[in-house]
């Protein structure tokens, strides 16, 4: 494994290469004082694909859509995510729920809900809105699962815009 540093100012960049040829995902940050102490890290590295979740015309208030998110390739247990959602619906705000993946838990997959990883957003934001979660992504997978607050009406089907990026 290599290590490979430079520096921007006060801020040193970090990509590691590793002997079998796989690199970090993404650039590390270390943002140090002037005694040379860490003082902020980051990865801000985006997560798989934007995610999209789309409800139908005349969809019931509280219609959940999920999507399955694969773990990155390289973790922490005290990372954090940041999830940024764009919600283009002028009629419903959406509620999240951030759920881990626990493979062949009691016969079955299960998707049991973080506590304290429920969130809300806005309708019509057109920048969206984003949501800080610490230690999300451990265990076998993860899960987002969006549903409208509000019943659509005949033509107000729409699609969400998911973003998750490690900080």
Do not use: C, H
């Not at 973080?114 to 957003?121: E, I, R």
């Amino acid at each position: 494994m290599a290590l490979n540093w430079a520096w921007l100012g006060n801020l040193k960049q970090v990509v590691v290469d590793f002997v079998d040829g796989r690199k970090a995902p993404g650039v590390a940050l270390v943002i140090e004082d002037a005694a040379g102490n860490p003082v902020a890290r980051g990865a801000n590295k985006k997560v798989g694909t934007d995610l999209t979740f789309t409800w139908a015309n005349s969809a019931a208030a509280n219609t959940e859509v999920s999507n399955d998110i694969a773990l990155p390739d390289t973790w922490q247990p005290d990372a954090r995510y940041l999830i940024i959602v764009r919600n283009p619906s002028a009629v419903t705000a959406l509620t999240g729920k951030i759920k881990l993946k626990a493979t062949s838990l009691g016969g079955a997959d299960r998707y049991p809900r973080l506590k304290g990883g429920d969130f809300s957003v806005s309708a019509n934001v057109p920048e969206g809105e984003a949501v800080l979660v610490e230690g999300w992504m451990l265990g076998d997978g993860a899960r987002l699962t969006l549903s409208n607050d509000t019943a659509l009406g005949a033509a107000d089907g729409f699609s969400a815009t998911v973003r998750i990026i490690q900080v």
